[in-house]
């Protein structure tokens, strides 16, 4: 079993920034792909990005096409942690942000919610304009 938890939500206004941490526990293992989803009031939850690595190596890193340029993914082996940087805000990322993780998947099927196994509670982004 694996725990995430999600932390760095909060309120900003247009063209701020905010960094989302992931921190993962339990049975954790070295090769892993981790994905970003957000879902807004009304909407079905989105994919944003998405990161695969083993061990030391990171092998890819990917965007949705709304974020790209403005959102950084990166990983913390040290503290099992994934990060979202996030700047150049709009309102139109408010949602709640919630992470995921999966120890095997295609990367042509990376940005597919369903073949995540877990998943955390998600944190609130809010952006004012």
């Known amino acids: 079993q694996v725990q995430l938890v999600e932390s760095g939500g909060g309120l900003v206004q247009a063209g701020g920034s905010l960094r989302l941490s992931c921190a993962a526990s339990?049975?954790?293992?070295?090769?892993?792909?981790m994905g970003w989803f957000r879902q807004a009031p009304g909407k079905e939850r989105e994919f944003v990005a998405a990161?695969?690595?083993?061990?030391?190596?990171?092998?890819?890193?990917t965007y949705a096409d709304s974020v790209k340029g403005r959102f950084t993914i990166s990983r913390d082996n040290a503290k099992n942690t994934v990060n979202l940087q996030m700047n150049s805000l709009k309102p139109e990322d408010t949602a709640v942000y919630y992470c995921?993780?999966?120890?095997?998947?295609?990367?042509?099927?990376?940005?597919?919610?369903?073949?995540?196994?877990?998943w955390g509670q998600g944190t609130q982004v809010t952006v004012s304009s």
């Open positions: 339990g049975r954790t293992s070295s090769s892993y792909s």
């Open positions: 990161i695969k690595w083993s061990g030391d190596i990171t092998y890819y890193t």
């Open positions: 995921a993780a999966t120890i095997s998947v295609r990367y042509s099927e990376v940005r597919d919610d369903r073949r995540y196994d877990y």
